[in-house]
Nanobody, 125 residues
Framework: QVQLVESGGGLVQPGDSLRLSCAAS????????MAWFRQAPGKEREFAAS????????YYADSVKGRFTISRDNAKNSVYLQMNGLKPDDTAVYYC??????????????????WGQGTQVTVSS
């Protein structure tokens, strides 16, 4: 089992930055690929970014590429999402997700076995 707790969300203005954190507990974190998904009101949960276990391969949705950076610190059992140049369209609940003992990162929601409760990000002037 892996438990995930997100933090770092908030209300920001367009163009601002935020850094989301996801703290994981459970003995298998260090072998899990991790991802961030997001869900805007009235929309499906969508992929934002993912990272493999060694932190080498990273994938991004086209909508966030060049603005968001995913990273991880396996010694701290944590994964991060640095979000720069935020736009109103980035407003959503952001969820951290983990695969069950699988190193390879993917973009598919169904590939992830563990989910956090989410943290709200609101971008508004």
């Amino acid at each position: 089992q892996v438990q995930l707790v997100e933090s770092g969300g908030g209300l920001v203005q367009p163009g601002d930055s935020l850094r989301l954190s996801c703290a994981a507990s459970g003995r298998t974190f260090s072998t899990n690929a991790m991802a961030w998904f997001r869900q805007a009101p009235g929309k499906e949960r969508e992929f934002a970014a993912s990272i493999d276990w060694p932190g080498v391969r990273r994938y991004y949705a086209d909508s966030v590429k060049g603005r968001f950076t995913i990273s991880r610190d396996n010694a701290k059992n944590s994964v991060y999402l640095q979000m720069n140049g935020l736009k109103p369209d980035d407003t959503a609940v952001y969820y951290c997700a983990a695969r069950n003992g699988v190193w390879t990162a993917t973009t598919g929601r169904g590939d992830y076995d563990y989910w956090g409760q989410g943290t709200q990000v609101t971008v508004s002037s």
